[in-house]
């Protein structure tokens, strides 16, 4: 017997061609039962899809595009886990594009990449694209989806960051605390999103209307990691006379930094030092850390979850200029407060 085809299949699983053809491409549209069945049939009868075979008949690659700052950073590897996951599931590869701070890096994966048409369709975290760049995917029809903040004409997924910087700084003022320090990001992470300045713009605010003085000497930068924070964290505790009594780090990490260095003082937290983060670090809760969870795993799932729609919506890419594109949506993505026992009253 030869090898078998997509028909042999349909007729062993009891199912339509087109049917054994979606289950076996990973669409979405078809039933577990479904997806089961044409599964087992293909396996008994060795049947192996022909991706090139698929992608010549529907111009679809089954290939999205992953573009970060970088990957060695928690938030950035959870989105990705997220994104993979999803993905795999849906029988489609991942392109990792790590682009770092190189702006020529991304006008290559931009225009080269895509513009090639390797990919069927990109997720863009924490980077600002600029009008003209959305425009060139959107012209070429690839469905593009942020995360981390407005891209315009784009679907876009984002926590309200200046909201909840608020809100955590609420939670220490709320506590009596009013010597309360700030740790933000360096200039250069300011650079796409604006993400530090975001959250730090909260947190003054919400320092001015309680009618607390923001000192300039506790208003310190690192670069989000824990060894960063660490160490400018010790430079702010090391001045005796007068010490905050609390710190709110613009990130999980950047928090875990700030516990360690209160160690080395003999500080304890949250009797001598409440610190408060932001994120949902998983060492957070082994550290007991109060901070607001924003599952950046379930944002890069969604992300590829909203794509995947997108092009089973589109179907064919070739026909998609005659197809009305998707409505862009801008999601607001659910966060968590989580009090743990890092913040507490002031020491009298």
């Not at 991706?51 to 111009?59: D, F, R, T």
């Not at 690659?61 to 849906?90: K, Q, T």
């Not at 310190?220 to 160490?231: E, K, L, N, P």
Request: aromatic share 4%; charged share 20%.
């Amino acid at each position: 017997m030869g090898l078998a085809g997509i028909k042999d299949v349909a007729d062993r699983a009891g199912l339509s061609i087109a049917t054994v053809s979606r289950a076996l491409s990973g669409k979405a549209n078809v039933s577990a039962k479904s997806r089961q069945l044409a599964k087992a049939a293909a396996e008994e009868l060795g049947f192996v899809p022909s991706y090139h075979a698929s992608s010549l008949a529907s111009g679809r690659n089954h290939n999205v595009g992953l573009v970060v700052p970088s990957v060695h950073r928690w938030y950035f590897c959870s989105v990705l886990e997220g994104v993979s996951g999803a993905l795999l599931d849906a029988g489609y590869d991942l392109t990792l594009y790590n682009v770092g701070d190189q702006s020529d890096r991304r006008q290559s994966v931009l225009t080269d990449f895509l513009l090639r048409k390797r990919l069927d369709a990109v997720i863009a975290v924490a980077l600002v694209l600029s009008e003209a760049e959305i425009k060139q995917l959107l012209a070429i029809h690839r469905p593009i989806v942020g995360i981390g903040g407005a891209l315009p004409g784009a679907s876009t997924i984002r926590i309200d960051d200046a909201r909840l910087a608020r809100k955590a700084t609420d939670h220490l003022i709320g506590l009596g605390h009013t010597r309360i320090a700030h740790l933000t990001g360096d200039g250069e992470l300011n650079r796409d999103f604006k993400l530090p300045g975001i959250r730090r713009a909260g947190f003054e605010a919400a320092m001015a209307d309680a009618g607390h003085v923001v000192r300039s000497e506790w208003m310190v930068s690192a670069d989000f990691t824990i060894q960063g924070a660490y160490a400018v964290a010790r430079n702010l505790l090391a001045t005796a006379e007068e010490r905050p009594t609390a710190i709110f780090a613009a990130s999980d990490e950047m928090a875990i930094g700030a516990i360690l260095a209160a160690r080395d003082f003999g500080l304890r937290v949250p009797q001598d030092l409440s610190v408060i983060g932001m994120d949902g670090h998983e060492l957070g809760e082994v550290l007991g850390l109060t901070t607001i969870m924003q599952d950046p795993r379930g944002q890069g799932a969604l992300a590829a979850r909203m794509i995947l729609e997108t092009l089973d919506a589109g179907a064919d890419p070739r026909a998609m200029g005659t197809a009305p594109a998707p409505a862009a949506v801008d999601l607001q993505y659910p966060t968590e407060f989580l009090v743990r026992d890092s913040t507490a009253v002031p020491a009298a």
